[in-house]
């Protein structure tokens, strides 16, 4: 009788441990819902209640609460803006957990931060792995968020277009969920893409949009970074006053909340807007407080920014020294930024998430079919094993050939899945070079020149009954555009080509002294080619030294009264020798200004670590021998 009263008293003791247990786990499940709920409105009363659930997690060794409480303190801090101290929570909550939303939760908020840390490869990694995740799970809502976290770090890295393909996922999601913080953000930040490209009007569209959403959620720090961007197109638009009272009006309510990281960024916007209108002592208040906030969180745009400003603020009170100082500072921080951000590396990463993705859904698929053929083999031997033992023969012979049968359908796969892995693989590469490219140069500079010349005609025209002064100025600048086009051009030519030939340098040498024929009068050009048409050079060494031989013709024709130019091309003990001569008026070398012309063409020769060698005499002429190395002929562009 004892016996069964202690059995019972041991598992009556058990019941209630586990219930204790399961209470403790409701309260804390009950504080992070409450404080997820808060912290939009009241960042520091949220800390509060999350510290106070870690303390009972942490107490009764609930790996799972911890994790998710932890990696909660670290997005409070990231939306107060301290960021070190937000990717050290969730990198501890990292440690605990063995769930795989809470991991996915987690590395979208390391990505977070490493965003704003300037650690763009690193957020890249870790947003794809947060999205692996949620597309496994099939979550909607949680996948476009993260696909608007990604489409941010391209549109840091000035990858436009990917950048917009990851918006447009993510809106159409949000947009079916009636998600209107997720439609908030992803128009904020597509407006964002159309300031960078010049689109004001419909980035103040946009922006504008994204601020009615915000004040509807009342989410406070929605509204202050929508009230900043605004303020930034009216910075643009030429409305100051405008822009100086929504950078204020910002930045008084991130300080309301806590977030100084977002503090810094108006105080760098407002101090922009005060140098451009002279209120330098107001300017250098400013720029003192964005910078120490920036230095304290270590927000790396809003530093860059900063050392941009003081470069500004110096040079414009004639303080030249303390301006070249600081942009040194500003040249020496973006590279350190820069050095940790490969984006060949990142573009990597994402192939190599979205080929892996393509695998798996092509062995699903796989998997499903042989289900289903070996489900249908089932059925007909089912089928045999009921029928008349007279059948078996011929049964055996009907396997035979269904077995040959499927594995001609599986080879035929396993060739198919080959040819679409090369064909994703060939595509990935072409989207490298395309993306490339885009680095360098963008699109719509060409039209854009074009756009230029054309409404300067159209001036031409309106002002026909203008003075000379004027109209020789208009012609002045259409000529210039229409020179930076030809310029364009030549980039382009040099960018399609994996190397120059000299073939190809000297029909591009021809082309110029034609144009140059065109233009004047009474002078004759020569060109001597003594090298094998074969012999080629990096692209970036071809377009440089084409870029320095149209200098020296320039100035042979602007400059030197020269009747006669000619240009000799050879090669000696495996380097390229081009001589540019002409029987003009010369120089004095130790008595001449160098101006940009001269200067440019020795800093294109240093960049492809060749030579240049100008000797000039009054009333002799000039002569210019330019020299480099032919060993190398990699892509240089």
């Given at each position: 009788?004892?016996?069964k009263q202690?059995q019972?008293l041991r598992i009556l003791?058990f019941c209630l441990?586990?219930?204790s247990?399961n ?6 499940n009950?504080?992070?819902k409450?404080?997820m709920d808060?912290y939009?409105t009241?960042?520091?009363?949220a800390i509060?209640?999350l510290t106070n659930a870690l303390?009972?997690?942490?107490r009764?060794n609930?790996?799972k609460?911890v994790?998710?409480?932890?990696n ?5 801090f990231r939306?107060l803006?301290e960021?070190?101290k ?5 990198e501890?909550?990292l440690?605990?957990?063995?769930d795989?939303l809470i ?7 390391i990505?977070a931060?490493?965003?704003k840390l ?7 990694s870790?947003?794809?792995k947060s999205?692996e995740i949620?597309?496994?799970k099939k979550?909607?809502?949680e996948t476009a ?6 489409a ?6 000035n ?7 990851y ?5 159409k999601?949000f947009?079916?969920l009636n998600?209107?913080?997720?439609i908030?953000q992803?128009?904020?930040n597509?407006a ?8 004001l ?6 922006f504008?949009?994204s601020l009615?959403?915000?004040k509807?959620?009342?989410?406070k720090?929605g ?12 910075y643009y638009?030429?409305a100051?006053?405008?822009s100086?009272y929504?950078?204020k ?15 810094s960024?108006?105080?760098n916007?407002?101090a922009?807007?005060?140098l451009e209108?002279?209120r330098?002592k ?6 003192d407080?964005?910078?120490r ?5 270590q927000t790396s ?5 900063a ?6 603020y110096?040079e414009?009170k004639g303080?030249?020294k303390s301006?070249?100082n ?9 590279d350190?930024?820069?050095?940790k951000t490969?984006?060949k ?10 080929t892996?993705k393509k695998?798996k859904e092509?062995?699903?698929q796989?998997?499903q079919?042989?289900?289903k ?12 094993l009921i ?6 023969l011929?049964?055996i012979f ?6 040959n049968?499927i594995k001609?359908?599986q ?5 198919d899945?080959k040819?679409a ?6 595509q990935n590469?072409?989207q490298?070079?395309r993306l490339?490219?885009?680095?360098d140069?963008?699109d719509n500079?060409?039209s854009q ?11 031409k025209?309106i002002?026909?009954?203008?003075n000379?002064?004027l109209k020789?100025k208009l012609?002045n600048?259409?000529s210039f555009?229409?020179?930076?086009i ?11 080509k994996?190397?120059?030939s000299?073939?190809d340098l000297?029909?591009r040498?021809?082309?110029f002294?034609?144009?140059a024929?065109s ?6 050009f020569?060109i001597?080619?003594k090298?094998?048409?074969?012999v080629s050079l990096?692209?970036i060494?071809?377009i ?5 031989i149209?200098?020296?013709?320039n100035?042979a024709?602007k400059y ?10 050879s ?11 002409d029987?003009?008026?010369g ?9 940009n012309?001269?200067?440019n ?12 060698n ?5 009333k002799?002429?000039?002569?210019i021998?330019l020299?480099?190395?032919?060993k190398?002929?990699?892509n240089?562009?």
């Open positions: 009788m004892k016996l202690k019972l003791f441990f586990l219930n247990l209470n403790y786990a409701q309260d804390v009950a504080l992070n409450e404080a808060l939009k009241n960042q520091k009363e509060k209640v303390e009972i997690a942490e009764h609930n790996k609460e994790s998710k409480t932890k909660n303190l670290g997005i409070v939306d803006g960021f070190q937000a990717k050290k929570y969730s501890d909550a440690t605990v957990t063995t795989s991991k996915a939760a987690i590395y979208n908020n990505g931060c490493n965003r300037g650690l763009y490869e690193d957020a890249i870790n947003y794809l999205l949620y597309e496994a979550m909607l809502n968020t993260v696909h608007n976290n990604i941010i770090v391209y549109n840091y890295i990858l436009n277009k990917k950048s917009l393909e918006y447009d996922k993510a809106i999601v947009e079916k998600n209107n913080k997720g908030s992803a128009y904020n597509i964002i893409v159309y300031a960078n490209e010049g689109d009007e419909k980035a103040l569209t946009n504008r949009y009615s959403l915000e509807k959620l009342k989410d720090k509204i202050a970074e929508s009230l900043n961007n605004v303020g930034s197109v009216h638009l030429k100051i006053d405008s100086i929504y950078f009006k910002s930045a008084d309510i991130e300080r309301s909340i806590g977030n100084f990281a977002g503090v960024a108006s105080y916007n407002i922009q807007v005060l209108i002279e330098f107001e300017s250098k208040t400013y720029i407080s964005a910078y906030i920036a230095k304290k969180y745009e809003d530093i860059e920014n050392l941009l400003n003081y470069t500004d110096f414009k303080n030249y301006s070249l600081h942009h040194k500072k500003y040249l020496h921080f973006k350190s930024i820069a050095k490969n984006i590396t990142i573009q990597e990463i994402e192939t190599k998430y979205q892996e695998e092509i062995a699903i796989k998997e079919l042989l289900e053929e070996l489900a249908i083999k089932n059925r007909n031997l089912y089928a045999i029928t008349s033992a007279l059948l078996i011929g049964i009907f396997n035979i050939y269904k077995r049968q001609r359908k080879l035929q796969k396993e060739i899945l040819d892995l090369a064909i994703i693989k060939t590469k072409l490298e070079q490339r490219i885009s680095r140069l963008h500079i060409g020149l074009t756009f230029i010349i054309s409404s300067i005609d159209n001036l025209f002002t026909k009954d203008a000379t002064k020789d012609a600048i259409s555009t229409s020179e930076t030809h310029q364009l051009r030549d980039t382009i030519w040099a960018m399609n994996n190397e120059i000299m073939e000297h029909a040498i021809l082309s002294i034609e144009k024929k233009a004047t009068e009474n002078i004759t020569e001597h080619q090298i094998d048409t074969n990096s692209t060494k071809g440089n030294i084409f870029r320095v149209q200098e020296a013709i100035n024709i030197a009264n020269a009747s006669k130019v000619e240009i000799y091309i090669k000696e003990n495996n380097e390229l020798q081009i001589l540019i001569t029987n003009g008026d120089f004095d070398l130790k008595n001449v200004d160098l101006g012309g001269l200067s063409m020795e800093k294109r020769m240093s960049e492809i670590d060749g030579e240049i100008i000797v000039s005499k009054l002799k002429g000039t002569k021998t020299s480099t190395t032919l190398d002929t990699a240089g562009v």
